[in-house]
């Protein structure tokens, strides 16, 4: 992430990662969620957390999804239905489910039949937000198989949706996609992005951190591009990754649409959509066993070689240091198991409120 | 593909297609390819010329494969080797072949698994070029799946490779994604794309046509971008799609480590390779069966609806007309095939050249 996200030094309130998740399941509970399933939840939040992900962990996301719940939008109990299912394939009616409540599952679903038949793969309908696609690929990746996750479909939303590249309407959601894959020594391999020049809740941090927006990363609500700095204004579209047409925009806008044909036009919903549309609501998981292709153990020692191979380029002038996807967010995981995950203090601020007007005991530092 | 790499309107000359492929066979055949293998690699080739994908077409490659096998560092009658399989995956030691003359067979072991068991997965290594990727997928896409190619691996150039995000030196070729989709009556979904600012053959149709390159495209051997347009030098490095960090190029450089994992590492494939590294010369091929995920029928009817939803977005202001991926490609292809495909002056000499050279009859205007 760019340096300009992070919380500022002087607004960190450092907690422990115990601390913080009991708090998290308690508020899921609180809001008629089972034991399992506020487990579920909060590891996606806690796991983006420590990864250094702040845009999906739990300070933009635990208010979104406690005002939905209390609202009744998302369905705290979902009664999952797989509707069609082959050796190596299911899709599966969410209910109206959380996305984090119930994509750990699904998931395990696409690497079971990946341990039975080399891969798998399963589409989600009606589902809330996924809580970003990262956490589902590095399930596969801990489980030593190679894992792909992509939210998002045809969305259109009249502010914070993605334009087409050359358009002035939004058609697309920011359709982030995510890929990961185990190493032996070297930290995982796990490349998760958006397909817009940033996730939407990149926007909503800015405004909390008080940061602008780099130039050609949104629009007006004419489709034109803001070339200068801006703070975040209240509507907005969001560009495709690579901003131009000449950096490659088209490029964010193919993925972007890629990744709603595997999750909502595969999942067998039209444009239209059916069921519950929250936040996007259709998810796509697949699994390779790579057993099934090669060695196992020369697989890890590859991946150990790959990766520090790409880590020891020289840097170009003007940087330090040459990254691999997944090398931050594993030196930041061991960071903050140590040392407590930096919040800003309103994010502190907002549980303690949240828990004394539910009655739900908060007991952050 | 932008206005300024279209071969300039005095230099074009109309080619039938059916007599550039004959003449395109004839000159496989006559460096020892097999009839099959000439007409599948020629297929790959027109196809390309066809749906307007130049870089790819006969233009650029011809004269390398031919030289190739002349060297003798292409292997014309590959024996090929399925050194791993399960139901629904294999990895394939491609003895050499030139990728365009075993791509179609690679890709269709994939589909017949994915038509047997929902999906497939083909890994090949020791394989030349694969004239890019969207031929591969859209064989899926005709076949009514969803298909998935990439090509390239973890290998570096001294001239011509991708620098990761902040490296001064290369560490990743152009691996191109490919990504297809069948619909109803709209043109198909086809998504193909290098990982970096542009394809490598870009480089060598702008100096063919003398046009410069955009700025943030290419740096110099320091790492250093042009950030003017610049002709196109002898040496450079590629930069990853987006150009800056601030526009996404670690989303291209991110795609491009995927794609070499699942070529290159999947498929068995160390850092220091093995056998026939022409040109990347590792593969990856998938199939997703859409009757295992939802009905077929509908599945076609809501992409004829995203597809058509995704173009008749507005016009941002100073553009006429919102794309899809494979929109510009399906209309192309009619129009070519109508009134032939527009080659270079240049290309024609080529061919009668190196017919007169290798004693091959070439019938073209």
Request: hydrophobic share 40%.
């Amino acid at each position: 992430m760019l340096e300009q996200f992070h919380v500022p030094e002087q607004d960190r309130v450092y907690v422990d990662t115990e601390r913080m998740r009991a708090a998290t399941e308690a508020l899921f509970m609180r809001c008629g969620v089972d034991e399992a399933g506020a487990k579920a939840s909060t590891d996606v939040l806690l796991t983006n957390d420590l990864r250094a992900v702040e845009t999906h962990g739990v300070s933009n996301m635990m208010r979104n999804y406690v005002a939905s719940y209390m609202a009744g939008t998302l369905n705290p109990t979902p009664d999952l239905k797989i509707v069609r299912e082959t050796a190596t394939t299911a899709n599966v009616d969410g209910d109206g489910a959380l996305g984090i409540q119930i994509g750990g599952d699904m998931m395990q679903i696409a690497i079971d039949k990946a341990k039975q038949y080399g891969t798998g793969a399963v589409t989600v309908f009606d589902s809330g937000h996924l809580g970003g696609c990262g956490y589902y690929a590095a399930q596969a990746a801990e489980q030593g198989m190679i894992g792909l996750c992509m939210t998002g479909g045809h969305g259109t939303r009249a502010s914070g949706g993605m334009l087409p590249t050359f358009a002035a309407e939004s058609r697309l959601g920011t359709n982030p996609i995510a890929w990961a894959a185990p190493a032996r020594n070297q930290h995982p391999f796990l490349f998760d992005v958006a397909c817009t020049q940033i996730a939407n809740n990149k926007v909503g941090l800015a405004r909390r951190i008080g940061v602008p927006l780099e130039p050609g990363w949104i629009t007006d609500t004419d489709g034109v591009p803001f070339n200068d700095p801006v703070d975040p204004p209240d509507e907005y579209f969001l560009l495709p990754f690579g901003g131009t047409r000449e950096n490659g925009s088209h490029k964010g806008y193919g993925f972007a649409a890629v990744c709603a044909i595997m999750c909502q036009t595969l999942a067998g919903v039209g444009m239209a959509g059916s069921g519950n549309q929250y936040q996007g609501g259709y998810h796509f998981f697949a699994a390779f066993q790579i057993e099934a292709f090669c060695d196992h153990d020369e697989f890890l020692d590859n991946m150990d070689d790959a990766l520090a191979h790409l880590a020891s380029a020289k840097p170009a002038p003007g940087h330090d240091r040459v990254l691999y996807p997944g090398l931050i967010e594993g030196e930041e995981t061991e960071q903050r198991l140590a040392e407590g995950i930096p919040y800003h203090r309103e994010v502190i601020e907002w549980y303690e409120s949240i828990g004394a007007e539910l009655d739900v005991p908060i007991d952050l530092p």
